[in-house]
């Protein structure tokens, strides 16, 4: 198809050539910005596109490479495997133009009533291309964001995707991408951007490679995501988002550049200006929405992760009060098998209990279901559940029903479909519903209503959403490929609206989901980190889910917490990963400076340790269960400043030191955050560990909340002492929050009152 020059196989960046225009240099303003457009042609000097802004008229926040061809258009075809949500698109023959010539630049009238910067062109003298600069106001940002879109009509027999690149800084670092779990600073790595199942292991061996023989791709790679968020900001203060919903891949692997391959042949993105990280995250929240902050309840303890029906529950907590004495520290009970259980054990493993996924309560194992929820109410603990957009076929499930929802939504053709018509099935049998169809979005909101919000459920795990079908049939007639990474928005948008409908106080329900494109803040009222493993690595464990918070919040994701303990484990044969104490107890440490504090059995909770597995795990668990609620005081305020500003709460080192180079080239991951301005968290994720190795950037005074020993910072990583149930956790000397902090411990009494609390 096409020309000659359309058919030359794929080899890396730099993109052979591109013939320069015979175009003079000119300065093109919109809004705020300017756009710099500069011929090549001299000495092999590619055409060159800069942008600046007026308040920083020096400093480029985005220009393509003189010495490299900064467009390209692609022919790529792909092959796409899919079991349930996990996903693998292999590409295969890829052929490209790189020769995006340019015919004119010229202004015309934009919406906004900005002007438009628009590049007439075409690829290889077969393609036309639009390429725009736009500013565009934001409510709630002081700095407009300058749009780019680039458009190829009538090229769909050519070209399918195009490859856009610009400079980078060789020691610039990148951060943000949404939920993320191996690497903070993305420089250095090829990284696609898509929504998925995260895997099982992802590089830990020897279970990614078993998860990958029992089911292909099952185990996963680091780059693996329940989220698809193609936004960063550098340490340059620079930043990109590319709206486009597609496939896409971001190749960082170059000192000099980054280039962006998308699976569509028209781009739209934005380029965002800040003078600081804070500032370019408040200006990117109030375009895609921010979250609101969590009803006060939250705060005031453990949500207990529980199962096995009213006795199990009630037995539970009768445990707790024995050994603890009181239930004051208990926020909540979260029964995500309110709907029935089902054995998914393998053969010869040990017992695992999945669940019937039709939502409504089974009543042969939580009977009386009102009146439970209403008796542990009146002892002032909520009741949360569990919810996902997929429907399990329960005609045979043993144990009566008023509801087949499957059933239902079947009659309705409320499912999601394949390209041949066909329903589409996952995890099993399972239906997943078509939330592009309005009335399958009423239907499921009336069963959310009806079958959880009327009996007095405060919230629920708002899990899944990562596996639309690429291919799928929609109702709305759309594109699967399109539709795939805004599911997740769609099912975020559902919960929310049901919880709105529903004449219920509204701001005081929370539900916390797990997948997101860059535009799910806005309707979700928390996050977690997934499934990780109970593992101390970075991988899949502990420290993956710190690094997942870190990147989040890096991305307007400023609400998350993860599970306590983890959630996946195995017993296959010789090969066991099971959740022990000291993990157990060292991931308490962790959530008590998370945004909730609860605990989940994990996937084998008669092998799992648990809060209740022996009564010094049950006191060190309520014991942190009091140092969370020891600094509500400060999560409230943080999460009032997130959502008027959208500042991140769990943060990064560099938001608070953004001009230390000696924080940046400490290449810091998993070992430390922290919390607002005023705490600085280092949790221990190393068996047997007793000590924290902490970073302390040159010119502060940190005070120990243990010792209320002083630490002066010098640019150098130090050893803080960290005996289980002693987390490192500072404040800077000058901090009042973090003397309010100390206060709180010795009113919870988690530390004796006293000059030196040692």
Not at 34 to 48: N, S
Not at 74 to 90: A, K, M, S, T, W
């Amino acid at each position: 198809e096409g020309s000659d020059a359309m058919s030359i196989p794929l080899v890396l960046f730099p993109l052979l050539f591109s013939v320069a225009t015979t175009l003079n240099a000119s300065n093109h303003t919109s809004g705020q910005y300017t756009v710099v457009f500069r011929p090549g042609g001299e000495q092999g000097l590619q055409d060159q596109f800069s942008v600046f802004h007026r308040d920083d008229p020096e400093r480029a926040l985005w220009a393509t490479d003189a010495n490299s061809t900064y467009l390209a258009a692609v022919q790529d075809d792909e092959d796409i495997y899919q079991n349930g949500g996990i996903f693998e698109i292999l590409e295969s023959e890829r052929t490209y133009c790189a020769d995006a010539r340019i015919e004119s630049i010229s202004e015309r009238p934009a919406t906004g009533g900005h002007t438009a910067v628009v590049v007439m062109g075409n690829f290889c003298g077969v393609c036309p291309y639009t390429m725009q600069f736009a500013a565009a106001d934001v409510a709630g940002s002081p700095f407009q964001h300058l749009t780019v879109s680039i458009s190829t009509p009538n090229c769909s027999n050519h070209f399918n995707g195009v490859v856009l690149q610009w400079s980078s800084n060789p020691d610039e670092g990148v951060y943000g991408f949404g939920h993320q779990y191996t690497h903070v600073n993305m420089k250095g790595h090829l990284l696609p951007v898509f929504l998925r199942e995260k895997g099982i292991g992802r590089g830990l061996e020897p279970i990614t490679a078993l998860m990958d023989l029992i089911s292909p791709f099952a185990g996963g790679s680091w780059h693996m995501t329940y989220t698809q968020v193609p936004f960063y900001v550098t340490s340059a203060m620079r930043s990109f988002v590319l709206e486009s919903p597609e496939y896409a891949t971001f190749d960082m692997t170059q000192q000099h550049l980054i280039k962006l391959w998308l699976s569509s042949p028209n781009l739209h993105a934005r380029i965002i200006y800040g003078q600081s990280y804070l500032d370019i995250l408040s200006s990117y929240s109030a375009y895609i929405g921010r979250m609101m902050p969590l009803p006060d309840w939250v705060s005031d303890g453990a949500i207990l992760g529980l199962q096995g029906g009213n006795d199990a529950v009630m037995g539970a907590l009768a445990d707790v009060k024995e050994v603890i004495g009181e239930l004051t520290d208990v926020a909540a009970v979260w029964l995500q098998d309110w709907t029935g259980q089902k054995n998914i054990s393998g053969k010869g493993q040990l017992t695992r209990v999945g669940l019937w996924w039709n939502w409504e309560v089974d009543e042969t194992h939580y009977h009386n279901w009102k009146n439970f929820i209403a008796s542990l109410r009146s002892n002032n603990i909520r009741t949360l559940t569990y919810v996902n957009p997929f429907l399990s076929n329960i005609t045979d499930r043993g144990t009566p029903y008023h509801r087949n929802l499957y059933a239902e939504a079947l009659t309705k053709d409320f499912a999601v479909k394949k390209s041949n018509k066909e329903v589409w099935t996952g995890y099993g049998d399972s239906i997943l519903v078509d939330l592009t169809n309005p009335d399958a979005m009423k239907w499921f909101k009336d069963v959310i209503k009806q079958e959880m919000l009327s009996y007095g459920v405060d919230g629920w795990m708002c899990d899944f959403g990562e596996s639309l079908p690429l291919l799928a049939d929609l109702a709305s007639g759309e594109d699967g490929h399109l539709v795939h990474s805004i599911y997740p928005y769609l099912w975020g948008k559902l919960n929310s609206e049901a919880i709105e409908e529903a004449a219920k106080n509204a701001s005081d329900v929370v539900y916390f989901m797990r997948s997101g494109n860059y535009r799910t803040p806005n309707v979700s009222k928390l996050f977690w980190a997934g499934d990780q493993l109970v593992t101390w690595d970075v991988h899949d464990g502990i420290r993956s889910a710190i690094v997942c918070m870190i990147t989040g919040s890096l991305s307007g994701f400023t609400l998350t917490h993860t599970d306590i303990g983890g959630y996946t484990a195995f017993k296959i044969g010789i090969l066991e990963y099971i959740r022990s104490k000291e993990l157990f107890l060292r991931w308490c440490e962790l959530a008590a400076f998370t945004l909730m504090y609860r605990s989940h059995m994990g996937t084998l909770p008669t092998a799992n340790w648990q809060f209740n597995s022996d009564k010094e795990t049950m006191r060190h668990f309520f014991r942190l269960a009091k140092v969370y609620r020891a600094w509500a005081f400060y999560r409230r305020q943080l999460m009032a400043e997130a959502y008027e500003k959208g500042h991140p709460i769990i943060r990064h080192m560099i938001l608070n030191f953004p001009n230390s180079k000696a924080v940046h080239d400490a290449s810091l991951t998993y070992q430390q955050f922290m919390v607002g301005r005023e705490l600085l968290v280092a949790p221990v994720t190393a068996e047997n560990a007793t000590f924290a190795e902490v970073f302390l950037p040159l010119h502060t005074e940190w005070i120990h909340v243990w010792t209320n020993n002083t630490m002066e910072g010098k640019d150098m990583f130090v050893n803080v002492t960290a005996p289980v149930g002693q987390p490192c956790v500072l404040y800077p000397s000058t901090s009042k929050v973090g003397k309010q902090f100390v206060d709180n411990l010795r009113h919870e009494r988690i530390l004796p009152w006293g000059v030196d609390p040692s």
